[in-house]
Each structure stands twice: as structure tokens, then as C-alpha cells.
């Protein structure tokens, strides 16, 4: 059965820096495409990064420049490191696997239950 926990979420300040991890079960890691995705109150899930089998990544706009995507199969863990943080930030992060590759679309067929991050002003 698969299985994906993030942790690392928390409230920090604005420009301050916070580092997700994913950590995946019941699955080949290595075999699935990863993504960060979040979600603020009334809002809809929108795709934050992705990286795929063979280390690729996808940056939606907004995150460019500041957030980086990671994996590390050995670990079975995806890291989110995020940088320069700004109060619309704020939102319930999840991270998502799939054999196939969606990107930052959030059609992942196995998602974890979320993190929280909040960013003050």
C-alpha cells in the first residue's frame, strides 16, 4: 500500500526558509514521479514542483528562483526546500506519486495527508 507523510511544515517570517520532506512506503520509489502541491483556504490545489524519475524538475511560475525540489531514493524521501517565503505561501502542503508523469498538474493518483506552513507578515 502506498504510502506518503510529509513533515517540516511550521509558522515562520516572512523571507524565512522552511524545508518539506516526503517520505514514501509500499512502493519501487524510485519507479514514481513526485510533486509538491498546496492548497490555501478557498483555493484550489495548485502544483508547486515536480521531479521525475531521473532527477528533472518542473517549477511552477510563482515558486521559480525560490523553492527547490529534491529526491532522495536511497531514503525514499522528497525534500521541498523553501526560500524567501512570503505570507501568500501560506497553505496546507502535500506531496503526490505516480508511475506517471503529470507535473505539476495535480492528477497523482496517491497523496499524502499535508503539511502545514504559514507565513507572517
Known amino acids: 500500500q502506498v504510502q506518503l507523510v510529509e513533515s517540516g511544515g511550521g509558522s515562520v517570517q516572512s523571507g524565512g526558509s522552511l524545508r518539506l520532506s516526503c517520505v514514501a512506503s509500499?512502493?519501487?520509489?524510485?519507479?514514481?514521479?513526485m510533486g509538491w502541491f498546496r492548497q490555501a483556504p478557498g483555493k484550489e490545489r495548485e502544483g508547486v514542483a515536480a521531479i521525475g524519475t531521473g532527477g528533472g524538475t518542473t517549477y511552477a511560475d510563482p515558486v521559480k528562483g525560490r523553492f527547490t525540489i529534491s529526491r532522495a531514493n536511497a531514503k525514499n524521501t522528497m525534500y521541498l526546500q523553501m526560500n524567501i517565503l512570503k505570507p501568500e505561501n501560506t497553505a496546507m502542503y502535500y506531496c503526490a506519486a505516480d508511475r506517471v508523469d503529470w507535473g505539476v498538474l495535480p492528477r497523482y493518483g496517491y497523496w499524502g495527508q499535508g503539511t502545514q506552513v504559514t507565513v507572517s507578515s
Open positions: 509500499g512502493y519501487t520509489y524510485s519507479n514514481y514521479y
